[in-house]
């Protein structure tokens, strides 16, 4: 199930952009609380977070946003993660699907995303439900923690 984010979600959505899993891989440095308060407050503003459940749990979280003007058939999709206790158990492909026919029902005709080229489980992932290479962003992402940068693959899913 998708439903879009809610202020009581922060917890939820602070710890999987924070888990050491899944950080490198998102858009966020590691840091406080407190810090990714503003950061959090602008994605429920903005209306683009949601949050993907299975019966039970919060399993996974992603941005889901639209363009304009002559690209409003595009969606770009980002933020993605599933909780790293539901990493392998199908949730990651169940949730894909749900986030193209969720985009798909709105009138998407395309969605965009970014992933880094070290990031191989994803990459593989996203291929299984449709989605294609288009070409790599050299030295996209800086991890300043690291002191290194990320090339990263667009890929795209076209309805």
Wanted: hydrophobic share 40%; glycine share 8%; no cysteine.
């Amino acid at each position: 199930m998708i439903r879009q984010a809610v202020s009581q979600d922060f917890n939820f959505i602070y710890n999987l952009y924070m888990h050491p899993q899944v950080n490198p891989f998102l858009l966020y440095e590691l840091m406080d609380a407190e810090s990714f308060s503003p950061i959090f407050e602008a994605l429920m503003q903005q209306g683009v977070k949601y949050i993907y459940s299975g019966y039970r749990d919060e399993i996974g979280m992603f941005k889901l946003i639209r363009l304009q003007y002559r690209t409003d058939h595009i969606a770009y999709l980002g933020g993605l993660a599933i909780h790293p206790e539901f990493s392998g158990k199908g949730e990651g492909k169940k949730m894909l699907k749900e986030i193209i026919g969720f985009a798909g029902e709105r009138g998407v005709l395309r969605i965009e995303l970014s992933v880094s080229v070290e990031n191989e489980k994803a990459i593989q992932l996203y291929e299984k439900v449709g989605f294609q290479k288009e070409g790599v962003l050299r030295k996209y992402a800086h991890l300043k923690s690291e002191q290194r940068f990320m090339d990263e693959i667009m890929m795209s899913f076209i309805f």
